[in-house]
């Protein structure tokens, strides 16, 4: 394994709390719905996370 | 991603249940399944895509019939006839038992066989999956369907793959191995959800505290100068009581100078009142004495005329006796009142004519009895006259006596106010009035001003109130901005991660399909992985690289090659970067048919590479396709073997077999009945 790609992840690794958790939580809804070309609901799923980000 | 078993009941050529475990364990984890063309290798590897995806492979002759024909020849019509497929599998430490059922009512006379059903039921950890979750989405989570036909293929048409006709696909699904796919989409909804929050913010809006905020010091300001002018009228109201308190106190003091000086005020108007009385009566005196004064003055000439009337009357000369007019009227007439005629120049008429002088008299009488009326007249009113002088000057003399007392009175009193004349009362209670006027109207005035300031600081504690919710929006337009500036950081960042995928994990891929290819294919060409994650064959010349057109079997190599090295690379950026990563780490490859029409080269090439790329491996493989370099590539990593054996209704058939560790194993016979199955053997290893 290379620094390289220990970089990929630094933005997410880096960033302050609540931004990381921000994308996680949308990557975690993204990937759960990866498998829909259109998923439904993930627009609103997306703003929640937000709002339950940054309070 | 870990297959674990597969049951087939009625499926196909598969009479009743049939299962199969499969190998799994690591350095163990081929499973190889043996059988003829048309035992059922293809229906095995579309019982899996058809259970977890309800899809078949192109190879899969009529997709719409699942149902076993001898299942279906021995129900009686009217009858229901079942078939299913299930396939257990392990994900993440969870176990999935994935079943797909489907089954037909037998008609009772020729009518067509319509399947009805073919829904999905899932259980994980032995929970069944209901609404509002999918089976179908759980299984989708697992391993994207997109990319279902890069793990369950057919060997033999696994050149489709790379066609250029499919590059989008291939790209598709290369984006979301490499999460390239889940980074896009993360930006993008992260971005619709920018809309959504800058449109929350624009709602909220600041200017509207602004205004509030302003109109609340407005108000303020306002109750400041309401509260300034009531302090104003406040002193106003105590600086007029003071003076109040003043005329009260004097006029308390000059309440006895005041009952005097309305005792002189009423004896002054007395005494005015009697002058004018007086001055009254003088003037009838006056009057009296100028218009019948003369009167007392004719006593002597009166006495004249009565001497003067009585030696007429003494002489008889009065009273007349014949009136003129009366001798004048007979003469006229022509006749005496005793008849005789009095024609001119008798004697009779100048008799009668005589009288006239006579009737001269009459006039004299007529003024004595006229003037003696007069006289007696005037001598009754001489006593009146006298009576009525007298009166007057009685009257005059009484209000003169009047008017003196009335003087002295009003010199003891002016003897009294001496010095205490100026001070007015009545001005001082007039004025006293007039402070308590003021003071009432004062009094007016700061209950409105009060009222006011009442008003005031109503609207005041409403807009302070309005303020604060305003405040309260404040925070939440802070919080907006907060979370808007979060997600635009986090767009950043995921723009950054992809940008960082698109750089290495392509290059790594590209790189790793590369060493791939060149194992196995002795040509210059090379794969590449463009910009749009299109997987192309180039060429390399001396002017540049050239994509050239692969051949079926370049092709082949070049699916293969990528299959393995999205595998092998999947499972290390999963490892390694858990949060990008797919959750699946590990693949299961289901190959029918496998190598299709490679050269033997090639086919050893491929057969060492798969199974250590793989996590496992499922080779559904003919005699011909098992041959020595394969078997003896694979035979190490293989855990389990089975043989599909295919009992032929044909009547002069030839039976076939397969020699497997020594023992022969047969994949085709003869049927006992007429109807055609295949039943499943596990080769003793």
């Known amino acids: 394994m290379t620094s390289d790609q220990n970089d990929i992840e630094e933005p997410i690794m880096s960033a302050p709390p609540e931004v990381a958790k921000i994308i996680r939580e949308v990557i975690r809804v993204e990937k759960e719905n990866l498998h829909s070309d259109r998923p439904k609901g993930v627009k609103a799923d997306i703003l929640q996370i937000i709002k339950d980000a940054v309070r | ?685």
Request: hydrophobic fraction near 35%; glycine fraction near 6%; aromatic fraction near 6%.
């Open chain 2, 1 to 685: 991603m870990k297959l674990l078993s597969i049951k087939l009941f009625n499926f196909r050529q598969f009479w009743g249940e049939v299962a199969i475990d499969l190998a799994g364990q690591p350095g163990q984890s081929i499973t190889v399944i043996h059988g003829n063309n048309g035992a059922g290798k293809t229906t095995l590897l579309n019982a899996f895509t058809w259970v977890l995806y309800g899809q078949h492979t192109g190879a899969f002759a009529a997709p719409e019939q699942h149902i076993n024909k001898r299942a279906i020849a021995q129900t009686t019509p009217g009858s229901r006839i079942d078939c299913w497929v299930e396939v257990v599998f392990e994900h993440n430490s969870n176990r999935y038992r994935a079943r797909r059922s489907c089954y037909l009512e037998k008609p009772r006379l020729d009518q067509p066989l319509i399947e009805q059903g073919g829904e999905l039921d899932l259980q994980i950890n032995g929970k069944l999956v209901q609404p509002p979750e999918e089976p179908d989405d759980k299984i989708g989570q697992v391993l994207p369907e997109s990319l279902h036909r890069y793990f369950f293929f057919d060997g033999e048409r696994i050149d489709q793959i790379v066609k250029s006709e499919n590059k989008s696909e291939i790209s598709k699904a290369i984006r979301t191995l490499l999460s390239v796919e889940v980074l896009d989409r993360a930006i993008n909804h992260l971005k619709d959800a920018l809309r959504s929050l800058n449109k929350e913010l624009a709602e909220i809006g600041d200017p509207e505290t602004k205004r509030l905020v302003k109109e609340k010091e407005a108000l303020i300001e306002e109750k400041a100068e309401l509260d300034v002018s009531r302090e104003e009228i406040a002193a106003e109201i105590a600086a007029f009581e003071q003076q109040k308190q003043k005329v009260t106190t004097l006029l308390r003091q000059l309440d006895q100078i005041g009952q005097i000086q309305e005792r002189r005020d009423l004896l002054k108007q007395q005494a005015e009142a009697t002058q004018a009385q007086l001055d009254r009566s003088e003037d009838k005196l006056r009057r009296t004495i100028s218009a019948r004064g003369y009167m007392v003055f004719l006593t002597d000439a009166i006495a004249q005329f009565r001497n003067l009337a009585n030696d007429l009357r003494q002489r008889g000369e009065l009273p007349a006796g014949i009136k003129q007019q009366f001798v004048e009227d007979l003469l006229d007439e022509g006749t005496c009142i005793c008849g005789t005629a009095l024609a001119p120049d008798t004697p009779a008429r100048q008799q009668v004519a005589s009288w006239l002088d006579r009737s001269g008299i009459q006039q004299v009488e007529e003024a004595v009895l006229q003037m003696g009326g007069e006289v007696n007249s005037i001598e009754r009113q001489i006593p009146e006259f006298w009576a009525e002088v007298e009166q007057e000057q009685s009257s005059i003399e009484n209000l003169r006596r009047h008017l003196a007392t009335l003087e002295n009175q009003l010199d003891t009193i002016r003897e009294q106010l001496k010095g205490s004349e100026d001070i007015n009362v009545s001005g001082l209670e007039q004025r006293l009035e007039e402070i308590e006027n003021q003071i009432i109207e004062l009094h007016r005035e700061d209950e409105n001003v009060a009222q006011d300031i009442e008003t005031c600081e109503a609207e005041s504690a409403a807009l302070t109130k309005q303020i604060k919710e305003l405040k309260a929006k404040s925070k939440q337009q802070a919080l907006i901005q907060r979370q808007i500036r979060a997600a635009d950081d986090a767009i950043a960042r995921i723009g950054e991660v992809r940008s960082r995928v698109d750089q290495k994990f392509r290059v790594v891929l590209e790189h790793k399909v590369r060493e791939i290819f060149r194992q196995v294919s002795f040509k210059t060409q090379v794969p590449k992985l463009t910009e749009n994650y299109e997987l192309v064959l180039v060429e390399t010349l001396t002017d540049g690289e050239s994509v050239v057109a692969p051949s079926t079997g370049e092709n082949q190599i070049l699916s293969l090659s990528f299959i393995g090295s999205i595998i092998e690379r999947v499972r290390y950026w999963s490892k390694k970067h858990s949060l990008i990563g797919l959750d699946s780490s590990s693949f299961p490859i289901v190959m029918d048919s496998p190598f299709g029409t490679l050269d033997e080269n090639y086919r050893r090439q491929i057969a060492r590479l798969i199974p250590i790329l793989a996590d496992q491996l499922v080779v559904l493989a003919t005699k011909t396709q098992w041959r020595g370099e394969v078997e003896t590539e694979m035979e190490p990593y293989i855990g389990k073997e089975y043989v599909l054996v295919f009992n032929s209704a044909k009547p002069d058939g030839q039976p076939e077999s397969i020699v497997l560790h020594g023992d022969a194993y047969p994949l085709v016979r003869q049927s006992p009945n007429e109807f055609e199955w295949t039943e499943v053997v596990e080769v003793e290893r």
